[in-house]
């Protein structure tokens, strides 16, 4: 008898010694898959983080030793004009553009939920947008853009219309940008709106064809409010975009100074100081400053969607 439970508890002593192996050749393979994308993060995200949090208390022009210098960076750019239009600017930016292109997206994507022919087709046409380099799109807007020879000017031309200068007009410039921008999310947000469209489930429209209720009734009492987690997403993702825009500005403005003022954005600023002007500290100051104030906006976010987003069930 007693030799039975003495065989029974090393038997279970053994299935266990077998599961801790199992779990322990398990969690390393599972540890070396994960290791090239933690690496990856670790050299180009993480690390560089922390490196441009220290560097923002300095005074460091990427040659000499950094100097400590507190806040005086901080203090500096709230001093300074050009900063601070930086900051309007990027605010009216995202202020337009992530509402315009989230709406004009629900738009696009109600229609493509319905049954048309050639679906593909137009639900690739509008995602192109998405897989073109920026540096691609800004050139040819740039063309499309020119006072003199471009083709928006030259239609305008033909029907006798205004012709203005708009990427030249400060009064206008940043409108002709926020179009391009928006002309280049709204592909992804389709994509996006469309997958929370076929979500919903059709039990409801039909409810609602028996009650009576309207295309725009149903629309308005039952897709948006089912689709608003998406619309947060959408929401949530756009902004943290729009407000770290650089690259189609980039290029849009190229070597022309006139341009600076009406279309300057925080990270454009990041550049100017980093790379121009040599101030490394005070360029990662603006970064931590630009990282701070998408944290806190995200949260506000993530606070109030409460009383906003339905979740269905």
Request: charged fraction near 10%.
């Given at each position: 008898?007693?030799?039975?439970?003495?065989?029974?508890?090393?038997?279970?002593?053994?299935?266990v010694?077998?599961?801790?192996?199992?779990?322990?050749r398990?969690?390393?393979?599972?540890?070396?898959?994960?290791?090239?994308?933690?690496l990856?993060?670790?050299?180009?995200?993480?690390?560089?983080?922390?490196?441009?949090?220290?560097?923002?208390?300095?005074?460091?022009?990427?040659?000499?030793?950094?100097?400590?210098?507190?806040?005086?960076?901080?203090?500096?750019?709230?001093?300074?004009?050009?900063?601070?239009?930086?900051?309007?600017?990027?605010?009216?930016?995202?202020?337009?553009?992530?509402?315009?292109?989230?709406?004009?997206?629900?738009?696009?994507?109600?229609?493509?939920?319905?049954?048309?022919?050639?679906?593909?087709?137009?639900?690739?046409?509008?995602?192109?947008?998405?897989?073109?380099?920026?540096?691609?799109?800004?050139?040819?807007?740039?063309?499309l853009?020119?006072?003199?020879?471009?083709?928006?000017?030259?239609?305008?031309?033909?029907?006798?219309?205004?012709?203005?200068?708009?990427?030249?007009?400060?009064?206008?410039?940043?409108?002709?940008?926020?179009?391009?921008?928006?002309?280049?999310t709204v592909?992804?947000?389709?994509?996006?709106?469309?997958?929370?469209?076929?979500?919903?489930?059709?039990?409801?429209?039909?409810?609602?064809q028996?009650?009576?209720?309207?295309?725009?009734?149903?629309?308005?009492?039952?897709?948006?409010?089912?689709?608003?987690?998406?619309?947060?997403?959408?929401?949530?993702?756009?902004?943290?975009?729009?407000?770290?825009?650089?690259?189609?500005?980039?290029?849009?403005?190229?070597?022309?100074?006139?341009?600076?003022?009406?279309?300057?954005?925080?990270?454009?600023?990041?550049?100017?100081?980093?790379?121009?002007?040599?101030?490394?500290?005070?360029?990662?100051?603006?970064?931590?400053?630009?990282?701070?104030?998408i944290?806190?906006?995200?949260?506000?976010?993530?606070?109030?969607?409460?009383?906003?987003?339905?979740?269905?069930g």
């Amino acid at each position: 008898m007693n030799s039975a439970i003495v065989s029974k508890k090393s038997k279970s002593k053994a299935r266990v010694k077998n599961k801790k192996k199992k779990f322990s050749r398990e969690a390393m393979w599972a540890y070396l898959f994960i290791a090239p994308t933690f690496l990856g993060l670790a050299v180009f995200y993480m690390f560089p983080a922390v490196a441009s949090f220290v560097l923002s208390f300095t005074r460091w022009d990427g040659m000499t030793a950094p100097v400590f210098v507190g806040l005086e960076n901080v203090i500096t750019l709230f001093q300074d004009s050009s900063f601070i239009r930086a900051i309007i600017n990027t605010v009216i930016f995202t202020a337009i553009s992530v509402p315009l292109s989230a709406g004009i997206a629900t738009c696009i994507a109600v229609m493509l939920n319905q049954k048309i022919k050639g679906m593909v087709f137009y639900r690739t046409l509008y995602f192109l947008p998405v897989v073109t380099m920026p540096v691609a799109v800004g050139m040819v807007w740039k063309w499309l853009y020119n006072t003199d020879y471009g083709l928006i000017n030259y239609v305008l031309g033909i029907f006798n219309l205004p012709q203005p200068s708009w990427l030249f007009d400060p009064n206008i410039a940043l409108i002709s940008v926020i179009v391009v921008y928006v002309w280049m999310t709204v592909g992804n947000n389709v994509i996006l709106i469309l997958a929370g469209l076929q979500g919903v489930s059709k039990s409801y429209y039909e409810a609602a064809q028996i009650d009576g209720a309207s295309k725009l009734r149903q629309f308005f009492s039952i897709t948006l409010p089912l689709i608003t987690p998406t619309l947060f997403f959408v929401f949530i993702t756009g902004m943290i975009s729009s407000l770290q825009v650089f690259d189609l500005i980039f290029i849009m403005i190229g070597d022309s100074t006139a341009l600076l003022e009406p279309l300057r954005t925080v990270v454009y600023a990041v550049y100017e100081y980093g790379f121009e002007y040599s101030q490394m500290g005070m360029a990662s100051a603006q970064a931590f400053i630009l990282f701070l104030a998408i944290l806190a906006i995200t949260i506000i976010q993530f606070v109030f969607q409460k009383k906003w987003v339905h979740y269905d069930g």
